[in-house]
């Protein structure tokens, strides 16, 4: 099978392309750096493809940065799937995002409405916040010597473990909404962040801090958390700590 892999440099798409490598598939990636503007379009071609898998992502907090992104991509994802006659298109969303359309969540809950009113058969698959999290919140909320880590509850799955699933979903065809994705254990977002930096060396201290409004209420009281029926994945964030020990996102 032919996939091509939107977002296919990332920390998910990554690994699907080399999953999908290995059991056989052609695994097609689209992104800027092989020449595909998927916010505008330019030199999206998805002649022969047969599934595609979206995994892109952006770096932000505003809703109308993410939901302009994410429309922007599965709009021309979804007009040149119908162009070349794909049969399935197949995206990667997040746990959640029905009870917190805010922010960055805003854009993935228009991204999935857009999917669903396509002319493409379609498959969405959510997942929880990935281990490479608590090192990019660690990274991106430096202040000084302080990192300012979000009070948050989270159920992180490894990134390997959801890109297996969507190369085993894009093999099985257009399923409409799939149990979720999460990972073996609740734990809360700062000490995931201090035990990432006590294994990477990186320095300052962590400093746990609420965020405001309905938002910032939707990531400690559990509404980021898995969902009865949803599918845990196998590996804890200490054995990834262990499986890349310099753990960076």
């Known amino acids: 099978m032919r996939i091509a892999v939107a977002g296919g440099t990332g920390v998910v798409g990554r690994h699907v392309v080399e999953i999908a490598g290995t059991r056989g598939h052609e695994a097609t990636v689209l992104a ?3 020449g595909v503007d998927l916010t505008t379009g330019k030199g999206l071609d998805l002649t022969g493809v047969e599934a595609v898998v979206d995994v892109t992502s952006i770096q932000t907090t505003s809703a109308r940065a993410a939901t302009r ?3 922007a991509v599965t709009t021309h994802l979804l007009a ?5 006659g794909v049969g399935h298109h197949l995206v990667l969303s997040i746990v959640g995002i029905d009870e917190a359309p805010w922010g960055y969540y805003a854009g993935k809950a228009a991204q999935e409405r857009l999917v669903q009113a396509g002319g493409v058969p379609w498959t969405v698959l959510r997942a929880t916040q990935f281990h490479e999290f608590a090192g990019q919140i660690h990274q991106r909320m430096r202040l000084g010597p302080v990192a300012l880590v979000p009070a948050m509850q989270s159920q992180p799955v ?3 473990e959801v890109a297996a699933r969507l190369v085993e979903l894009a093999e099985a065809g257009p399923a409409a909404r799939v149990p979720d994705l999460v990972g073996p254990r609740v734990e809360s977002m700062a000490e995931l962040s201090r035990r990432w930096a006590a294994a990477t060396g990186a320095h300052g201290r ?3 801090a609420p965020i405001p409004g309905r938002f ?3 990531m400690r009281d559990g509404t980021l958390l898995a969902r009865p029926g949803a ?6 964030f200490e054995q990834w700590l262990t499986t890349e020990p310099l753990g960076t996102p």
């Open 231 to 236: 599918d845990h994945g196998q590996q804890t």
């Open 158 to 160: 490894a990134a390997r």
């Open 216 to 218: 910032g209420r939707a």
């Open 80 to 84: 040149a799937e119908q162009a070349a």
């Open 206 to 208: 962590v400093v746990e």
């Open 32 to 34: 800027r750096s092989r």
């Open 69 to 71: 992104f994410f429309t």
